[in-house]
């Protein structure tokens, strides 16, 4: 209730100020008294009711008000501007710190797991609530920011998601976030980065987590939301950065080698995943990074195929931003680690040698070193 409360001194409103003090009054005497009912209220119903107030006393306040922002959302929408995530009416910061208790693993029977997930369920349809529903092939973005309940909710699913049960049933709980697509790709972003640390930490293998994390890529693939020829591309490389682990403040699982026999299982996903979103100068950077990361060497040698179709169509411009460097570093580490099987596999050294072709004809230094190492063997 606290966004109602009336905090100026303004006399026309008094009588909206001590309506306030009297439901507050209230409220805190049938606590005193032990007839609050224990029952949570509905938090949309609240958010609503909160908010249709709110606008009452804000009109009172400032008349005209609710009409002028009507005609300012006609001609938003006859321009087609893009759209503004809201907010919520109701006290973020409370409903956080009185939430903050959310543990599925704490619970003590199924039917407080369930319950628990119910409401955890309520609270990401009252964030979602706030966020428009943008058609992708509009190519519009969602303007704002994650607001820092947003971030708290997230986090706080990451968390659980483990302790959901199957990957299946845990997909309640990012599917929806998902399907926000590249229009709210920021909010999206957010999610990832939860889900690769407090997420990863909640799972009691890293098994465990690549298996749900690959079910989250598999159904990415499918959506129209993360389709780069359907919505606007580079929204879709901020989302598809964070999905595929390319940030490389959020890769730890890669870092370690132990890692990669669990992370060998996501080829074929990543096969997929590098065919729809590797055209991009910006996904092929991401990948360049992963790969040579100590638990991605099964992803190492496959990169090479990944990589060239992209690269052969790459312009000037394509391959700055480190994108140029990342590749070289990428060849340095193929023919560093797997020199051998390189020059074995003819197909496989035909693709390895067209990329560093590519890259030796922009006169990088680098690139001319790497060439004149390769220069000598068999077939190159």
């Known amino acids: 209730m606290r966004p109602r409360e009336i905090r100026d001194a303004n006399t026309a409103l008094d009588a909206d100020r001590e309506a306030f003090h009297t439901k507050?009054?209230?409220?805190?005497?049938?606590?005193?008294?032990?007839?609050?009912?224990?029952?949570?209220?509905?938090?949309?119903?609240?958010?609503?009711?909160?908010?249709a107030v709110s606008d009452a006393i804000h009109e009172r306040r400032y008349p005209g008000s609710a009409a002028q922002r009507a005609r300012i959302r006609q001609r938003q929408e006859q321009k087609h501007t893009e759209p503004h995530a809201d907010h919520l009416a109701l006290d973020?910061?409370?409903?956080?710190?009185?939430?903050?208790?959310?543990?599925?693993?704490?619970?003590?029977?199924?039917?407080?797991?369930?319950?628990?997930?119910?409401?955890?369920?309520?609270?990401?349809?009252?964030?979602?609530?706030?966020?428009?529903?943008?058609?992708?092939?509009?190519?519009?973005q969602i303007k704002g920011q994650p607001s820092e309940f947003d971030n708290w909710l997230f986090q706080v699913i990451a968390k659980n998601i483990a302790a959901v049960g199957s990957t299946a049933d845990a997909s309640i709980l990012w599917k929806p976030i998902l399907a926000l697509g590249a229009p709210a790709h920021r909010w999206v972003e957010h999610f990832f980065w939860h889900?690769?640390?407090?997420?990863?930490?909640?799972?009691?293998?890293?098994?465990?987590?690549?298996?749900?994390?690959?079910?989250?890529?598999?159904?990415?693939?499918?959506?129209?939301?993360?389709?780069?020829?359907?919505?606007?591309?580079?929204?879709?490389?901020?989302?598809?950065?964070?999905?595929?682990?390319?940030?490389?403040?959020?890769?730890?699982?890669?870092?370690?080698?132990?890692?990669?026999?669990?992370?060998?299982?996501?080829?074929?996903?990543?096969?997929?995943?590098m065919?729809?979103?590797?055209?991009?100068?910006?996904?092929?950077?991401?990948?360049?990074?992963?790969?040579?990361?100590?638990?991605?060497?099964?992803?190492?040698?496959?990169?090479?195929?990944?990589?060239?179709?992209?690269?052969?169509?790459?312009?000037?411009?394509?391959?700055?931003?480190?994108?140029?460097?990342?590749?070289?570093d990428f060849l340095e580490a193929c023919w560093t680690r797997q020199r051998e099987t390189i020059a074995s596999d003819a197909s496989l050294l035909k693709d390895f040698l067209a990329i560093l072709a590519l890259v030796t004809a922009r006169g990088s230094p680098a690139a001319i070193a790497l060439n004149k190492r390769v220069a000598g063997l068999p077939g190159a």
């Open 24 to 51: 507050k009054r209230a409220l805190i005497q049938s606590y005193v008294d032990n007839t609050l009912p224990s029952q949570i209220p509905d938090l949309h119903v609240l958010n609503a009711e909160t908010r």
């Open 92 to 140: 973020t910061r409370l409903l956080s710190a009185a939430f903050s208790w959310i543990d599925l693993n704490a619970a003590q029977s199924p039917n407080d797991k369930a319950a628990w997930l119910s409401r955890l369920l309520e609270l990401l349809g009252l964030t979602l609530s706030t966020i428009p529903t943008v058609p992708p092939e509009t190519r519009q």
């Open 195 to 273: 889900w690769f640390t407090d997420g990863f930490r909640g799972f009691a293998s890293p098994a465990g987590f690549v298996g749900t994390w690959q079910s989250m890529i598999d159904h990415a693939l499918g959506q129209k939301a993360l389709n780069p020829a359907v919505a606007l591309s580079f929204d879709v490389d901020a989302v598809v950065m964070q999905l595929l682990a390319f940030d490389q403040r959020w890769n730890a699982l890669f870092l370690a080698e132990e890692n990669a026999t669990a992370i060998a299982t996501l080829h074929d996903t990543y096969e997929r995943a």
């Open 275 to 328: 065919s729809l979103w590797g055209k991009s100068p910006r996904i092929i950077r991401g990948f360049t990074s992963l790969a040579i990361l100590p638990g991605a060497k099964s992803l190492l040698l496959p990169g090479i195929g990944w990589i060239l179709p992209a690269a052969r169509k790459f312009r000037s411009y394509d391959w700055k931003d480190s994108v140029e460097d990342g590749v070289i």
